[in-house]
């Protein structure tokens, strides 16, 4: 019986793997963040910013380690997109609601933002053969990919480095009708909006 339950382990490819990892990091920045609401701890809002970085890299090696052992699958593609969607999607809008950005036009533009990503990541998996060439690989990105949602994660580990959280985030908070607003989540918004634009197209190395 214990081994039925494991079949679908043994169907994952080295690559795979990686990706799990990736998808691991994200959750570990998710629970960090969490852990900082709690606590208090800016210790725990870096570890979880520090991940992300570590799941960019995983995410990078998984495609590497799939091209290289020319071994590609739809539970691959399909895995990896839905651990882009917690390490670059939903991580990145949970590390922004931990540093101050709590207004309800804030969760507004954080919802966007993971739904864009979801949105480019979906379109992604259904055109990649339509935007692959004669070698079967695909060209470019039409909208930037999730993965530079790292960018932001950045610039909030800047902020949390020196302080610029919470009541001290950079460019304060406005109040428009019954809800907060923080100007510094307009960050999140360009983001999702380039992620899922049609006209920008990115060379895919």
């Not at 990686?18 to 570990?28: D, K, Q, S, V």
């Not at 590390?95 to 507004?108: E, K, R």
């Not at 990105?141 to 902020?159: D, K, N, Q, R, W």
């Not at 950079?170 to 918004?189: D, E, K, R, S, T």
Request: charged residues 15%; neutral net charge.
């Amino acid at each position: 019986m214990p081994r039925r339950h494991f079949s679908m382990l043994r169907d994952f490819h080295l690559a795979d793997w990686f990706t799990l990892a990736n998808a691991f990091c994200g959750t570990g920045a998710i629970f960090a963040a969490m852990r900082f609401l709690q606590e208090g701890g800016v210790r725990d809002l870096m570890i979880g910013m520090a991940l992300i970085p570590l799941a960019f890299i995983f995410d990078a090696l998984d495609g590497r380690i799939a091209r290289w052992r020319k071994v590609a699958s739809t539970l691959g593609r399909e895995l990896d997109s839905l651990a882009d969607v917690i390490s670059f999607g939903v991580a990145p809008a949970a590390l922004g609601y931990a540093c101050g950005l709590q207004g309800g036009w804030d969760w507004i533009v954080l919802s966007y933002f993971v739904g864009c990503g979801v949105s480019r990541l979906a379109r992604y998996n259904v055109t990649a053969e339509q935007l692959a060439g004669d070698d079967d690989k695909v060209k470019y990105f039409e909208g930037t990919p999730i993965p530079t949602s790292l960018l932001i994660v950045i610039l909030l580990a800047i902020a949390a480095y020196g302080s610029h959280i919470g009541n001290d985030l950079w460019f304060g908070m406005w109040q428009l009708g019954p809800w907060q607003f923080h100007p510094l989540v307009l960050i999140y918004a360009i983001s999702g909006s380039l992620m899922i634009s049609k006209t920008l197209r990115i060379p895919k190395w």
